[in-house]
């Protein structure tokens, strides 16, 4: 495929994936919110922008990662590239322990007394806040391999694994409205497992179609 071809096919694919994820996302959102209630899905949006603040961390890593895979792979250098692969792998995997442990420190004076919340909700909360540390983990320690499939433009596998991610938070927000306990805990938890599916899926293709460069 030409190079303008290629360009063309993957800008129709990305855009294909950003409409349809974003029409799901209308109706979940929708949903969550009607199943939390203003004062649960408030406490998760304060609890998820405590940890969003680190969020621009794994979008540079990521840039950085696909820049030095890129270079290596470019050179048909394979022991480069594998050196390259997992000097990266080892440092997201440190970096998100090293800032997952950061945040844990910060928990221990967040839920007490800095962030508004009402004392029966804060088991919750400090829960809520478990599974977004393990989401965090994950999205950054499988930055190499989300990278690995950048440089190969295999976009269409990653718009199908984000597709599948916005119908998996479509059910989840069905889920809760049927669900009869403790609703945020849920979505929590299943948040969380989402994200490990997503890297799972990273993980997996990679190990499958380019354990040759790990």
Known sequence: MKATNRIAVNTIIQYTRLVVSALISLI????????????????????????????????????????????????NDLERTRKTFNACFWMHLLMAAALVLALEIVALFIFDG???????????????????LVSLFVSIADTPFVSMLIYHEKFVYVSLVSI???????GIAYIITV????????????????????AVCYVVYCMIRYRHLM
Do not use: E, H
């Open 28 to 75: 979940s959102v929708r949903w969550i919110l009607g199943a939390l209630g203003d004062d649960d899905y408030g406490l998760y949006d304060v609890i998820a922008g405590v940890i969003g603040l680190l969020s621009f961390v794994s979008s540079s890593l990521s840039m950085t990662s696909t820049r030095f895979l890129s270079v290596s792979i470019g050179k």
């Open 114 to 132: 800095y962030l508004k919340i009402a004392p029966d909700r804060i088991p919750t909360a400090k829960w809520i806040y478990q599974f977004m």
């Open 179 to 198: 669900y009869s306990g403790d609703r945020l805990w849920l979505y929590g938890i299943l948040m969380a497992g989402i994200t490990l599916l997503n």
């Open 164 to 170: 599948v991610d916005a119908l998996c938070k479509l």
